[in-house]
């Protein structure tokens, strides 16, 4: 099963970008890469997807490297509403659907 | 709001009970998964509905029981269960099997 790897927590401040990395190393050619967030006391929500290219939407932005072994989820300014664990996982194909543990985001005033 | 509820929000039980958790999806969708949160703990994928088939168990004890009667319903039966059960319990759906899912708020369930 296709694995992802996160660092354990980071720490941002207001109103500046944060970038979450995410290694697949094993990724296959039809996984998808999924981020999800999830707040305190919430069940998580999904943040962007993409394949290979770059995907932007109005939560963040995902920046995927050219041989997709990694990943980068972009939060262009972060607001304390975004502290949460935020998960990258693979989806597609025979994977199965493995939550690793998330990076802890910290976002200070 | 996001399409997926869950009931009850909160529920304690003993370990000789018997109560079941349910999951309503209002989003068409045509797949529905349970997942266990303990505490400070990733998530782990206990089963999935694709087309009201059960497509996964990742080994779960037979004391949990899915069920999915529907499409947009999906129940988790609890019986005799450990404390070491006692966990955040969430329900997911998405369109289709390996898509984005939409998870609901959880039950958070205390075993005693």
């Known amino acids: 099963d296709a694995k992802t790897t996160q660092p354990n927590s980071m720490e941002s401040n207001e109103e500046e970008p944060v970038h979450l990395p995410c290694n697949h190393s094993t990724i296959s050619g039809t996984d998808y890469i999924h981020w999800y967030r999830q707040l305190p006391s919430q069940g998580p929500e999904y943040v962007i997807h993409g394949l290979t290219s770059n995907v932007n939407n109005r939560m963040a932005s995902l920046a995927i490297a050219e041989d997709r072994k990694s990943s980068t989820l972009i939060l262009h300014r972060a607001t304390l509403r975004d502290a949460a664990v935020y998960y990258c996982?693979?989806?597609?194909?025979?994977?199965?659907?493995?939550f690793g543990a998330g990076t802890r985001l910290a976002v200070h005033p | 709001e996001t399409g997926v509820t869950q009931t009850p929000r909160h529920l304690v039980m003993g370990m000789t009970n018997k109560k079941s958790l349910k999951c309503e999806q209002h989003l068409g969708h045509n797949a529905m998964y349970w997942y266990k949160q303990s505490a400070k703990k990733p998530l782990e994928l206990m089963f999935v509905?694709?087309?009201?088939?059960?497509?996964e168990n990742n080994s779960v004890p037979s004391r949990f029981s899915p069920e999915c009667p529907n499409s947009s319903h999906l129940f988790l039966h609890l019986h005799t269960l450990q404390p070491e059960d006692s966990a955040l319990y969430l329900c997911?759906?998405?369109?289709?099997?390996?898509?984005?899912?939409?998870f609901g708020p959880g039950t958070r369930l205390l075993v005693l």
């Open positions: 509905y694709n087309f009201k088939e059960q497509t």
């Open positions: 996982i693979l989806m597609g194909g025979y994977n199965k659907l493995i």
């Open positions: 997911a759906s998405s369109q289709q099997f390996q898509e984005t899912q939409y």
